[in-house]
């Protein structure tokens, strides 16, 4: 459907509802600047993931990062206790959307290193969480 609007995914997408970090990578650090007290020491702030695949996720955030924009994503083991790390790269926004539920922005994401060890531990994310495909 050439002209349609319409969007197909490459990949399966799973419904999560994961707490991640992510801050600017270094290549946009001066692109992107954030107030004191707004990102922790190292520059990271907190989202949450709403979904999740292979080929990208959408995640929510109380910062608005801008269309284009590299970000390091870290995602940690969801159980109490657990401190692996079970996704660490870099990723690019795609999509910014402001929510109208709370001061927040539904922020679209690709892996801007898809990498094959990108790829293996998104997969393993996915069969960690047991994400239910939508």
């Keep these: 459907m050439a002209g349609s609007g319409l969007m197909m995914r490459r990949s399966e997408r799973h419904d999560v509802a994961l707490p ?64 692996r790390v079970l996704l660490s790269c870099v990723i690019r926004i795609m999509r910014v959307q402001m929510t109208d539920r709370r001061p927040a922005y539904l922020c679209g994401a690709s892996f801007a290193d898809a990498t094959e060890e990108v790829r293996e531990q998104a997969e393993a994310l996915i069969r960690e969480i047991g994400g239910e495909a939508c």
């Design 20 to 83: 991640a970090r992510v801050r600017v990578a270094p290549e946009h650090g001066e692109a992107v600047v954030y107030a004191k007290g707004v990102t922790d020491d190292q520059g990271w702030l907190p989202v949450e993931l709403v979904d999740f695949s292979t080929g990208g996720f959408g995640f929510a955030s109380g910062s608005f990062f801008p269309r284009g924009v590299k970000l390091e994503i870290r995602v940690q083991s969801p159980v109490e206790g657990d401190e």
